[in-house]
C-alpha cells in the first residue's frame, strides 16, 4: 500500500493531536528512522512504514481503564501478566485504536508492527522489525544500549546490498532484544 504525502501529513497531525509533545517527538524520531532502514531494507514500503511509525504509540498516554476498554472491545486476550505491565499494553490498544479511528491505514504490515512494536514476536516480517527496531534505537532514546545499537546499525547500512542490511536487521532486532532482557534481569 502506497499512501500520498497528504495521506501522510493529515495522519501526523492527528496523532499529534492525541499525544504529548515529548511522545509526539518521540513518534517523530520512530519515522525518521524507519524512513531510513526502510531505504535500506524495504524501499517500496517507505510510506507504509512512515503510518506505522506514527501509529505505533497513538495510545500510549491513555489510562489503565483506557487500554483495557480498547483492547476488550477488540476481544484481544491479554493475560493477567500483560494488565501488570502497563508499558506493553499500548501496544495491544493502539492496534485497536487503529482498526477503529484510521481504519484506511489498517493493512495487514501497519496492524502487525504496531501490535509487535514492544515485545516483538516469533516470525516478526522484515516490516515489523523495522518498526520495532526504530522504536529501540530512534535518537531521543539516549541510554547506552540504544545508542550503541544506532550507531552500529546506521554505520554498517549500505545502499544496494539488501539482503545484507536485512540480515544486519535482524541481527540488531536480536541485539535489542538480548539488551531488553539484560535490562529486565
Known amino acids: ?11 501526523s497531525n492527528e496523532v499529534k493531536k492525541r499525544i504529548s509533545k515529548k511522545r509526539f517527538l518521540h513518534t517523530c524520531g520512530v519515522v525518521k528512522i524507519a524512513e531510513k532502514l526502510s531505504g535500506y531494507c524495504l524501499p517500496e514500503k517507505k510510506s507504509e512504514l512512515v503510518c506505522a511509525a506514527y501509529l505505533h504509540d497513538v495510545t ?14 477488540e476481544g484481544i486476550l491479554i493475560s493477567d501478566d500483560d494488565t501488570k505491565t502497563e508499558a506493553i499494553l499500548h501496544a495491544f490498544s493502539a492496534y485497536c485504536a487503529v482498526k477503529r479511528d484510521f481504519p484506511e491505514f489498517a493493512t495487514e ?13 516469533p516470525e516478526m516480517t522484515v516490516f515489523d522489525e523495522i518498526i520495532f527496531l526504530s522504536d529501540y ?13 544506532r550507531e552500529f546499525v546506521l554505520d554498517n547500512m549500505k545502499n544496494g546490498v539488501l539482503d ?5 536487521l535482524h541481527k540488531a532486532c536480536i541485539t535489542a532484544i538480548d539488551n531488553t532482557i539484560l535490562h529486565l534481569i
Open 164 to 168: 545484507e542490511n536485512v540480515s544486519l
Open 109 to 121: 504490515n501497519i496492524l502487525s508492527a504496531v501490535y509487535n512494536h514492544t515485545i516483538g514476536a
Open 1 to 11: 500500500m502506497i499512501f500520498s504525502n497528504e495521506k501522510i501529513s493529515s495522519l
Open 137 to 149: 534505537i530512534e535518537e531521543t532514546r539516549t541510554y547506552d544500549s540504544a545508542v550503541r545499537l
Open 60 to 73: 500510549k498516554e491513555l489510562s489503565l481503564s483506557e487500554h483495557l476498554k480498547l483492547i476488550d472491545e
